[in-house]
């Protein structure tokens, strides 16, 4: 499938802020299934930009302004051509290994309540590839998926609790139980198309490191292993360490607004 998207996020700053800071995980990289045709990060407002590589692979953009500003626009277009490789991951180029990712992070903690539930949720199953459909197919039916949610949850803990969440609650309920049960698993950020089971858009999701296969894709809110419809962009422990867009500032309340337009080539479909 060959995907367009067009990210825009805009930061205003009223009074100016005095400095902005950035960091951008917002370019994917080409793997087997997924090849990037073209791709460009742009930033509205002079200032000292970077181009490096974090520790999981990610390519990332520093960006920092220092003086009164009243706007920044950040602007990720670019088209990527995919295929369905039922969510397994190969072809990446590792920057850590799969052990790491048994770490734990506050987002990510375990409570009596989640450990209940992992419990449950994989008996029977014989393998720890089938133990994690097992526990993606639990969280899809006791967890109500709501994109939009503003009380949004903080962590994996709090996330089960309320018994709803965004993509990334889901994904960090699926991460907190799989590293219980010794199953290294991380959080994944990028877009999906839309369809029957979920709106266009930038979108998050979990992969688990499974022996014999490696990683592979987990969309609890689907629930499916992502396919052609997804394109995967950024890594990390969780969603703050591997969050699409981090920005700091001094000085200024700032506003931030966001338009993502994901669309499959021949189709249009817009979150």
């Known amino acids: 499938m060959r995907i367009r998207v067009s990210h825009q996020i805009i930061h205003r700053f009223?009074?100016?802020?005095?400095?902005?800071?950035?960091?951008?995980?917002?370019?994917?990289?080409?793997?087997?299934?997924?090849?990037?045709l073209r791709w460009r990060v742009d930033i509205d407002a002079d200032g000292a930009r970077r181009e490096t590589e974090d520790a999981h692979g990610n390519a990332v953009t520093s960006y920092s302004h220092y003086g009164p500003i009243e706007r920044v626009t950040i602007s990720a277009v670019g088209e990527v051509e995919t295929t369905d490789g039922a969510g397994v991951i190969r072809g990446v180029s590792e920057g850590l290994p799969a052990?790491?990712?048994l770490r734990d992070s506050p987002p990510t903690h375990v409570n009596a309540a989640l450990r209940d539930f992992a419990t449950e949720a994989i008996r029977g199953a014989?393998?720890?590839?089938?133990?994690?459909?097992?526990?993606?197919?639990?969280l899809?039916?006791?967890?109500?998926?709501?994109?939009?949610?503003?009380d949004a949850a903080g962590s994996a803990i709090?996330?089960?609790?309320?018994?709803?969440?965004?993509?990334?609650?889901?994904?960090?309920?699926?991460?907190?139980?799989?590293?219980?049960?010794?199953?290294?698993?991380r959080f994944i950020g990028g877009y999906r198309v839309g369809d029957e089971s979920g709106e266009a858009g930038a979108h998050e999701w979990a992969e688990a490191h499974i022996p014999g296969f490696g990683w592979i894709g987990f969309d609890a809110t689907a629930p499916v292993c992502p396919d052609e419809r997804y394109i995967r962009v950024a890594?990390?422990?969780?969603?703050?360490?591997?969050?699409?867009?981090?920005?700091?500032?001094?000085?200024?309340?700032?506003?931030?607004?966001?338009a993502v337009r994901v669309e499959q080539a021949g189709a249009q479909s817009q979150a």
């Open 126 to 138: 014989t393998n720890p590839l089938e133990s994690m459909h097992r526990l993606m197919a639990a």
């Open 235 to 258: 890594v990390g422990f969780d969603a703050q360490d591997g969050a699409m867009i981090r920005s700091a500032h001094s000085g200024g309340e700032e506003q931030i607004e966001a």
């Open 158 to 185: 709090e996330a089960f609790a309320l018994r709803r969440g965004r993509g990334r609650d889901f994904a960090h309920i699926f991460i907190a139980c799989a590293r219980w049960r010794g199953i290294p698993a």
């Open 14 to 36: 009223a009074p100016p802020a005095r400095t902005v800071n950035q960091i951008l995980r917002l370019t994917p990289l080409s793997f087997d299934t997924q090849y990037v």
């Open 140 to 150: 899809h039916a006791t967890i109500a998926y709501q994109p939009n949610e503003r």
């Open 99 to 101: 052990e790491m990712y």
